[in-house]
């Protein structure tokens, strides 16, 4: 099993960038696919990114796409999301999420493939 918290979130003026992170408990952090989605309040959970175990595969919504980078490094258990140009309909609670399962990236865009969730991090884009 693996615990997951993410970090970085806040409160950004339309136009800015930030990372959000996310921090796993337990020695095998290499063996998940990571990827990260955002709720906004009264929508549903929607996909962000994803990125395979080893890091050189990645998948982006086309909502973000060009505008956002996912990255992990193994040796610190650790997934980032740098997002950039950021708009007020981005204001949302990004979650990071984590599954065992080899699956093919393309596949890692469903909430339902996924084993562990963080709580969450707040993002509020507004001026």
């Not at 982006?60 to 999301?81: F, Q």
Request: proline fraction near 3%.
């Amino acid at each position: 099993q693996v615990q997951l918290v993410e970090s970085g979130g806040g409160l950004v003026q339309p136009g800015d960038s930030l990372k959000l992170s996310c921090t796993a408990s337990g020695r095998t952090f290499s063996t998940y696919s990571m990827g990260w989605f955002r709720q906004a309040p009264g929508k549903e959970r929607e996909f962000v990114s994803a990125v395979s175990r080893g890091g050189g595969n990645t998948y982006y919504a086309d909502s973000v796409k060009g505008r956002c980078t996912i990255s992990r490094d193994n040796a610190k258990n650790t997934v980032y999301l740098h997002m950039g140009m950021l708009e007020p309909e981005e204001t949302a609670v990004y979650y990071c999420a984590a599954t065992p399962t080899d699956y093919s990236i393309i596949y890692l865009t469903r909430a339902t493939r996924y084993n562990y969730w963080g709580q969450g991090t707040q993002v509020t884009v507004s001026s």
